[in-house]
T-cell receptor
Framework: AAGVIQSPRHLIKEKRETATLKCYPIPRHDTVYWYQQGPGQDPQFLIS???????DKGSIPDRFSAQQFSDYHSELNMSSLELGDSALYFC??????????FGPGTRLLVL | DAKTTQPNSMESNEEEPVHLPCNHSTISGTDYIHWYRQLPSQGPEYVIHGLTSNVNNRMASLAIAEDRKSSTLILHRATLRDAAVYYC????????????FGKGTRLSVIA
């Protein structure tokens, strides 16, 4: 069965650079979630979209923005990267009353 | 969402049953009990959920106390692939809302 696809899987950036993470939900899933998991931490919710509109907002820094496109894929844009942004970034998708399905994550390292 | 309490870590021998406890003494009548797990270097994965009655699926069983103040995730025969962090999450909101991960239980399985 198709799963959530995230790209890239690994990313290395310098401080103050920008990064764009992409998420391709499971086909026919209309809701996308972004989570951040720092080293040794539990996943923390950042932001979510339903039918291309922002639906919930968590602890997402102002330096980050995200959107969901007409094909339901989503992108997380991160600017002015800081060392503390180094983390695993997970995308999850959902349809209807189903549970959330998580992607494999993007590991971001900021040097 | 109501708070849950889980042991930091547990250990099990391979092919033996594992009982992972979760205390949720402040649970409300409309809270569903969800379990997710996160295998090493992977995104979280849905395991099971329930409201009042015990639940079974191909992955695990969920035993819910009569007063609903605690629950137990049961893995009937632990395998090395079950080594993961297990999260017990209470949700009183529609499935569209994001997950709030607390401190889970790190399960180690010994061959």
């Amino acid at each position: 069965a198709a799963g959530v696809i995230q790209s890239p899987r690994h990313l290395i950036k310098e401080k103050r650079e920008t990064a764009t993470l992409k998420c391709y939900p499971i086909p026919r899933h209309d809701t996308v979630y972004w989570y951040q998991q720092g080293p040794g931490q539990d996943p923390q919710f950042l932001i979510s979209f339903y039918e291309k509109m922002q639906s919930d907002k968590g602890s997402i820094p102002d330096r980050f923005s995200a959107q969901q496109f007409s094909d339901y894929h989503s992108e997380l844009n991160m600017s002015s990267l800081e060392l503390g942004d180094s983390a695993l970034y997970f995308c999850a998708s959902r349809a209807g009353w189903e549970t959330q399905y998580f992607g494999p994550g993007t590991r971001l390292l900021v040097l | 969402d109501a708070k849950t309490t889980q042991p930091n870590s547990m250990e099990s021998n391979e092919e033996e049953p594992v009982h992972l406890p979760c205390n949720h003494s402040t649970i409300s009548g409309t809270d569903y009990i969800h379990w997710y797990r996160q295998l090493p270097s992977q995104g979280p994965e849905y395991v099971i959920h329930g409201l009042t009655s015990n639940v079974n699926n191909r992955m695990a069983s969920l035993a819910i106390a009569e007063d609903r103040k605690s629950s137990t995730l049961i893995l009937h025969r632990a395998t090395l692939r079950d080594a993961a962090v297990y999260y017990c999450i209470l949700r009183d909101k529609p499935p569209s809302t994001p997950l709030v991960f607390g401190k889970g239980t790190r399960l180690s399985v010994i061959a």
